[in-house]
């Protein structure tokens, strides 16, 4: 899976290309720092999943993705925030999943491997997966396929 990583945070940046490159079948293929660029490389790249920080500045998330869905279609999109509060917005403008900052980075590859394992199956449009919150409870995510 084809992986583009849009935050204006370089260490942000970084950590995620560390985790996801030691992640079997991934492969971070373009870095973004803002709205703009993130449409140019997503335009050159054509990822099939793009890492979209929620406050990626130049642009409103909502057109953002709105942009992004235009260019990409197919992509994936899961949302990162510090904000677990910015979960409906994300959901409401059409992310596929979110996944807070705050979370352990478990979480973002368990969403990452539900992607991958159902990318290219056709008609589903939404999985529901859940994930442990790390207090022995478990909170749905869902991804639209």
């Not at 899976?1 to 935050?7: C, K, P, S, W, Y």
């Given at each position: 899976?084809?992986?583009?990583?849009?935050?204006s945070?370089?260490?942000?940046?970084?950590?995620?290309?560390v985790?996801?490159?030691?992640?079997?079948?991934?492969?971070?293929?373009?870095?973004a720092?803002?709205?703009?660029?993130?449409?140019?490389?997503?335009?050159?790249?054509?990822?099939?999943?793009?890492?979209?920080?929620?406050?990626?500045?130049?642009?409103?998330?909502?057109?953002?993705?709105?942009?992004l869905?235009?260019?990409?279609?197919?992509?994936?999109?899961?949302?990162?925030?510090?904000?677990?509060?910015?979960?409906?917005?994300?959901?409401?403008?059409?992310?596929?999943?979110?996944?807070?900052?705050?979370?352990?980075?478990?979480?973002?590859?368990?969403?990452?491997?539900?992607?991958?394992?159902?990318?290219?199956?056709?008609?589903?449009?939404?999985?529901?997966?859940?994930?442990?919150?790390?207090d022995?409870?478990?909170?749905?995510?869902?991804?639209?396929?």
């Open positions: 899976m084809r992986i583009l990583i849009a935050d945070q370089v260490k942000v940046r970084h950590a995620l290309c985790l996801l490159g030691r992640q079997s079948g991934l492969k971070v293929v373009g870095q720092a803002d709205g703009k660029e993130l449409l140019h490389r997503a335009e050159a790249l054509r990822p099939d999943l793009v890492l979209l920080h929620w406050q990626l500045p130049g642009m409103e998330a909502t057109e953002l993705l709105d942009a869905r235009r260019i990409c279609p197919r992509a994936y999109v899961i949302v990162l925030s510090a904000r677990p509060e910015a979960r409906p917005a994300a959901a409401a403008a059409g992310a596929d999943a979110f996944v807070s900052k705050v979370d352990p980075p478990e979480k973002l590859l368990a969403a990452l491997r539900e992607a991958q394992a159902y990318s290219g199956s056709g008609d589903l449009r939404t999985l529901e997966l859940c994930v442990g919150t790390g022995g409870g478990v909170e749905p995510v869902y991804l639209k396929v």
